[in-house]
């Protein structure tokens, strides 16, 4: 009975995972799955911040095929007691690596402000999680931080920088990565907003865009 408990668990973990960072939101997978075991909210969250974790160790094992060309381009979220601008409240930054070729996702990397920290964080997390290998051109736009990320990476030779993409330059375009990022803003929506910088939740939509 205890084996048979053991193994509902796991299968409703494993399904509630999977379609958290799937665009639904916590409450629609309660409803949706009408669950066997007495499951909520605050629940489902600690799943996330409890196994996301362990997934993303085994991930970091994994050696990609990459190309010699990365995109980098950010995007904000809705951050409980994020900081404020002019035109929004509650924001934080996420910042994404993603490789031409295989469109592997080599870093998501949340900031709480859009500046070098958090492009110098998202390129040695890219850095890492290509087992070392640097590539040769990295697409972005014109902020500047990303000129100093791509300048803080401990590596023999600097990749070559191709800043200020844009749509009406083919040569020059970051169209990749700016369709991902749209993607994750529709899944933020869904999620509306996160609760703290220490949520699992960027490391979640990392793998599952992977796999």
């Known amino acids: 009975m205890r084996e048979q408990s053991k193994s509902l668990s796991s299968e409703v973990i494993t399904l509630t995972l999977d379609l958290c960072f799937s665009w639904l939101s916590l409450r629609k997978i309660i409803r949706m799955c009408l669950f066997k075991i007495e499951v909520g909210v605050t629940t489902i969250y600690d799943w996330i911040q409890k196994y996301v974790p362990l997934i993303s160790d085994y991930v ?19 951050m409980k007691g994020g900081k404020s601008n002019k035109l929004q409240k509650n924001i934080a930054y996420l910042w994404n690596v993603m490789d031409r070729r295989t ?25 890492q999680n290509a087992q070392g290998i640097p590539p040769e051109h990295v697409f ?15 590596i023999a030779g600097k990749p070559n920088h191709v800043a200020n993409c844009g749509v009406g330059k083919p040569q020059t375009t970051n169209n990749l990565i700016e369709r991902l ?31």
């Not at 972005?140 to 401990?154: C, M």
């Open 60 to 78: 970091k094992t994994l050696t990609p095929e990459l190309s010699n060309v990365w995109h980098g381009d950010e995007v904000f979220v809705k």
């Open 103 to 127: 469109r592997f996702l080599l870093a998501s990397k949340l900031s709480e402000d859009r500046d070098a920290l958090g492009a110098v964080m998202a390129f040695k997390e890219a850095i």
């Open 181 to 211: 990022n749209g993607t994750l803003r529709e899944r933020i929506k869904v999620q509306r907003g996160w609760k703290s910088k220490k949520s699992q939740i960027a490391v979640g939509q990392r793998i599952q865009y992977i796999s």
């Open 140 to 154: 972005t736009d014109s902020l500047k931080a990303y000129k100093q990320g791509i300048g803080a990476l401990e």
